[in-house]
């Protein structure tokens, strides 16, 4: 009698285990599919996507606003220098045209 006790113990342990087994298969199966607990994970998912984006970018605007062997944050280094290019072409253009108009003003005086 003694050895269908233990039969019947694991019988029932392995009963219990195998209820749970199912139950967890069965758990999980509705969080991959297409329930209402699969789009609980789909926005899970989606949520862990965007906040990842968010700490790229956030990671991208400290090193923007990290700072040079000056001391001057690289951010404005980078447009500083762009500015002063563009600010420099257009004196460029600025001198070309004051020197035409120069150049017309000195024929136009001439012909007096």
């Known amino acids: 009698m003694d050895d269908m006790g233990a039969i019947a113990q694991v019988g029932v342990a392995g009963l219990v285990v195998l209820?749970?087994?199912?139950?967890?298969?069965?758990?999980?199966?509705k969080m991959r599919g297409?329930?209402?607990n699969g789009a609980v994970l789909k926005e899970l998912e989606r949520q862990a996507a965007?906040?990842?984006y968010i700490a790229r970018k956030t990671a991208d605007?400290?090193?923007?606003?990290?700072v040079d062997q000056d001391g001057v944050k690289v951010w404005y280094t980078v447009?500083?220098?762009e500015s002063l290019e563009r600010?420099?072409?257009?004196?460029?253009?600025?001198t070309k045209a004051m020197r035409d108009h120069i150049d017309v003003m000195k024929d136009v005086l001439r012909d007096r």
């Open 19 to 29: 209820i749970v087994l199912e139950k967890s298969y069965a758990f999980v199966s």
């Open 34 to 36: 297409n329930g209402p």
């Open 61 to 66: 605007l400290h090193t923007w606003h990290d």
């Open 50 to 52: 965007r906040m990842e």
């Open 79 to 81: 447009h500083l220098k």
């Open 87 to 94: 600010l420099t072409k257009v004196i460029e253009q600025q």
